[in-house]
């Protein structure tokens, strides 16, 4: 089983930056992919950005120029820096982390959820 442990999350007002982080930890898995989504109250989780082992970036085009992905591969960690940050970017980020794990095949684990919060 591979655990995710998110933060960075938190206030901030319009214009304003945060970094989320999240870091993966278990035995003997391998990460394929990982990603930001978000979910905002009263609307389906949504795609953020994504970054996968082969280097390719995808973002959701309510973010980009403004948003960037990155991760340490050595350091299982990925974070999500996010500036120009507006009102409608307030919701929970989730991260997600997919895989294998040695002898169990595929996974693919969340965050427990962090709350950002841009004010106008």
């Known amino acids: 089983q591979v655990q995710l442990v998110e933060s960075g999350g938190g206030l901030v007002q319009a214009g304003g930056s945060l970094r989320l982080s999240c870091a993966a930890s278990?035995?003997?898995?391998?990460?394929?992919?990982m990603g930001w989504y978000r979910q905002a109250p009263g609307k389906q989780r949504e795609l953020v950005a994504v970054?996968?082992?082969?280097?390719?970036?995808t973002y959701a085009d309510s973010v980009k120029g403004r948003f960037t992905i990155s991760r340490d591969n050595a350091k299982k960690t990925v974070h999500l820096q996010m500036n120009s940050l507006k009102p409608e970017d307030t919701a929970v980020y989730y991260c997600?982390?997919?895989?294998?794990?040695?002898?169990?095949?595929?996974?693919?684990?969340w965050g427990q959820g962090t709350q950002v919060t841009v004010s106008s």
């Open positions: 278990g035995s003997f898995f391998s990460i394929n992919r």
């Open positions: 997600n982390v997919g895989g294998n794990v040695f002898a169990r095949g595929a996974y693919d684990s």
């Open positions: 970054a996968t082992s082969g280097g390719t970036t």
